[in-house]
C-alpha cells in the first residue's frame, strides 16, 4: 500500500509547528485574535487542555508576522518564581550579554619610537536585576520593527499560587509604565481555566489589571461536522485508506466516524490521537481499516492516555452496580453534560432527566456530591474562583465517564472494569 505521507506526519498532536494540512481553521476565534493584537492591551486566551489554542496563536502571529518568545509555567513551577524563569529565559535567549569594553594602552619603545595598542577586554555579565526590563528590551531588539508580544503559556499550572499570580500581575500593569512601554511588547496569556481574570481579581481589587486584558472567546472543542471533516480528510484523503464496512455489526463508515467524535468529545488532540492509533493498525493491515483494527485502536489509545483517569475515576466511584447510588449519578450526569462547566443547580436538573424515576419527589444533595468531587487526595472537579461553579480537572475524565459508567432502561448504572469498558 502507498501511503503519500506516513500516519504520524499527517495525525500530529503535540508537535512544536502547526500542521497546516490538518489545521482546522475557527473564524470567529481567528477574527477575535487578530483584533485583539491590533489593540493596545494584553491578551488571554483559554480554553480546556487539547482545543487547540497553541496552534490558534501561532497560525494567527505567523499570519500577522508577530514576534513572540515563550514562558512556560512549568519552568515558573521549576524555577520557583515567575521572575527566576524570566531570568532563566533571559539566559537562553542571550547566554553571553556583552555591555561594554574597557581599554587598556600599552606603550612600547621600539626604534626611537612609540608604539602604542589597543587592548579590547570584554565583560560580560549576567542578566540585569530587573530580568522582565531585560526580557522585553531583548525581545524588542530581536523583533526590530515588528508587533511583539511574551506569551505566557500553561497557565493553569501556577493560578492558584497567589504568589506567582501577584508576581505576573505587577508585569500585566507594566503595559502603560514609560521605561516597558518603550519596548512596546505585551503579553499574551495562555491557560486552561475560563476565568482567568477572577483569578487576577482576587490580587488586584482596584481592577486595573482587568482593565488591561481583552479576553478572546474560548477555544472550545469541534463541532461534530468538523471532526468527521477532519478525520475523514487525515484518513482518506491524505492517507488514502480504504474503509472495510461490516453491516452485520453495523460498522459502517458514518458509524466509525461519529464515534471518533463521541469518543474524542470532539477535542482537536483527542481526534489526532485516535486517528493516529487507527492509521497505524490500518498502515499493518494493507491500507484497510477495519472492525477488528478500530476497535484494537480504541483499546491501544485507552491504555495509553486515560490509565490515570481510570484510577481517580475508581476512587471516586462508589460500587460495582447501584440502582439509586445518587453520588454514581451523579458522576454519569456530569460526564454526560455537553457543557464544560457547570452549576449545582444545572447538574440537578440533568440529573432529574436522566434518571426521572429514582429523583421524582427526592431531595438531591447535589452541591454535597459535587463538594466532595472536587476535594480530597484524587478530586475529578474542581472549582471556579468563585465558588459556585465546577469543571473537570481534565475532559479526559469526562471521556472515561462515558466508557465506564452504563446506564440500563431502569435507571441502573453498571460501573465497568477497565478492561470491560474498552470492550465495544
Same mark, same amino acid.
Given at each position: ?7 504520524? &506526519? ?24 487578530? #483584533?485583539? =493584537? ?7 486566551? !483559554? ?6 489554542? @497553541? ?36 539566559? #537562553? ?14 606603550? &612600547? ?55 506567582? =499570580? ?40 482596584? /481592577? ?31 492517507? +488514502? ?54 476497535? /484494537? ?29 445518587? #453520588? ?30 429514582? @429523583? ?17 487526595? !484524587? ?22 465517564? +462515558?466508557?465506564?459508567? /452504563? ?18
Amino acid at each position: 500500500m502507498f501511503f503519500r505521507k506516513s500516519p504520524e &506526519e499527517v495525525f500530529t498532536p503535540r508537535v512544536k509547528d502547526v500542521n497546516d494540512d490538518m489545521y482546522i481553521h475557527r473564524e470567529g476565534l481567528e477574527r477575535a485574535l487578530s #483584533r485583539a =493584537i491590533r489593540k493596545h492591551k494584553n491578551i488571554v486566551v !483559554h480554553g480546556e487542555s487539547g482545543t487547540g489554542k @497553541t496552534w490558534l496563536y501561532k497560525k494567527i502571529f505567523s499570519e500577522l508576522d508577530v514576534y513572540y518568545e515563550v514562558l512556560n509555567c512549568a519552568t515558573v513551577n521549576q524555577c520557583g518564581s515567575v521572575s527566576d524563569a524570566i531570568g532563566y529565559l533571559v539566559a #537562553r535567549l542571550e547566554p553571553n550579554e556583552k555591555v561594554g569594553h574597557e581599554e587598556a594602552k600599552g606603550a &612600547e619603545g621600539n626604534a626611537g619610537f612609540a608604539k602604542g595598542h589597543l587592548e579590547h577586554t570584554s565583560q560580560y555579565r549576567k542578566s540585569a536585576p530587573d530580568n522582565y526590563l531585560k526580557l522585553v528590551r531583548l525581545i524588542r531588539k530581536r523583533a526590530k520593527s515588528k508587533k511583539a508580544f511574551l506569551v505566557v503559556e500553561n497557565l493553569e499550572h501556577i493560578v492558584r499560587d497567589k504568589d506567582k =499570580i501577584s508576581e505576573l500581575s505587577s508585569l500585566l500593569l507594566y503595559l502603560d509604565d514609560e521605561v516597558y512601554a518603550e519596548s512596546n511588547v505585551r503579553i499574551l496569556l495562555v491557560g486552561t481555566p475560563n476565568n482567568l481574570r477572577d483569578y487576577f481579581a482576587e490580587v488586584d481589587e482596584t /481592577q486595573t489589571i482587568i482593565n488591561r486584558l481583552q479576553e478572546i472567546p474560548e477555544v472550545s472543542a469541534l463541532s461534530k461536522h468538523d471532526v468527521v471533516e477532519l478525520a475523514k480528510k487525515g484518513l482518506f484523503k491524505i492517507l +488514502r485508506l480504504d474503509f472495510v464496512e461490516d453491516r452485520p455489526r453495523n460498522f459502517t463508515e458514518w458509524y466509525f466516524l461519529n464515534a471518533i467524535s463521541w469518543f474524542s468529545i470532539n477535542i482537536p488532540q483527542y481526534v489526532h490521537d485516535i486517528c493516529l492509533e487507527v492509521a497505524l493498525e490500518a498502515s499493518d493491515d494493507g491500507g484497510r481499516i477495519t472492525r477488528k483494527g478500530y476497535t /484494537q485502536a480504541l483499546r491501544n489509545w485507552v491504555q495509553e492516555a486515560l490509565v490515570a483517569e481510570n484510577s481517580r475515576l475508581e476512587k471516586n466511584i462508589n460500587s460495582k452496580e447501584t440502582r439509586h447510588g445518587r #453520588r454514581n449519578q451523579v458522576i454519569y450526569t456530569t460526564g454526560v453534560l455537553s457543557q464544560n462547566e457547570f452549576s449545582n443547580a444545572e447538574v440537578e436538573e440533568s440529573l432529574r432527566e436522566h434518571f426521572p424515576t429514582s @429523583t421524582e419527589g427526592k431531595t438531591l444533595n447535589v452541591s454535597s456530591n459535587l463538594i466532595e468531587l472536587s476535594n480530597g487526595t !484524587h478530586p475529578i472537579l474542581s472549582k471556579t474562583p468563585k465558588g459556585n461553579r465546577y469543571r473537570f480537572i481534565d475532559p479526559k475524565i469526562k471521556i472515561m465517564i +462515558r466508557w465506564m459508567l /452504563q446506564k440500563n432502561d431502569d435507571e441502573r448504572l453498571v460501573v465497568k472494569k477497565f478492561d470491560e469498558s474498552i470492550k465495544f
